[in-house]
């Protein structure tokens, strides 16, 4: 079982910038992918980006490409996403998930965390 506590999120005002972190505990020699996903109220969960726990294959979701930055500490057991050029609708709650395999598919991921808000607003 993996444990994921996400921090970082708030409001800030549109083309300002936020880090997130994603923070794992637990079964970490079970980790082979880590992944943010995001949802906004009323709308469906989306892809953000993911990261090979230890190969250094990195995805992005289209809407984020070029903004936004996923990293990793495998020393802090922390994956990052650095967002840049924020935009009011990438307003919702961002969540970090950990999977066996790389993978952009939602159902490939099975330890969530309980996610942190992201507001953009003038």
């Known amino acids: 079982q993996v444990q994921l506590v996400e921090s970082g999120g708030g409001l800030v005002q549109p083309g300002g910038s936020l880090r997130l972190s994603c923070v794992a505990s637990?079964?970490?020699?079970?980790?082979?992918?880590v992944a943010w996903y995001r949802q906004a109220p009323g709308k469906e969960r989306e892809f953000v980006a993911t990261?090979?726990?230890?190969?250094?294959?990195?995805y992005y979701g289209d809407s984020v490409k070029g903004r936004f930055t996923i990293s990793r500490d495998n020393g802090q057991n922390t994956v990052y996403l650095q967002m840049n050029s924020l935009k009011p609708e990438d307003t919702a709650v961002y969540y970090c998930?950990?999977?066996?395999?790389?993978?952009?598919?939602?159902?490939?991921?099975?330890?969530w965390g309980q996610g942190t808000q992201v507001t953009v607003s003038s």
């Open positions: 998930a950990t999977a066996l395999t790389l993978s952009i598919r939602g159902g490939d991921y099975k330890s």
């Open positions: 637990g079964s970490i020699f079970s980790i082979n992918a």
């Open positions: 990261i090979g726990w230890n190969n250094p294959t990195i």
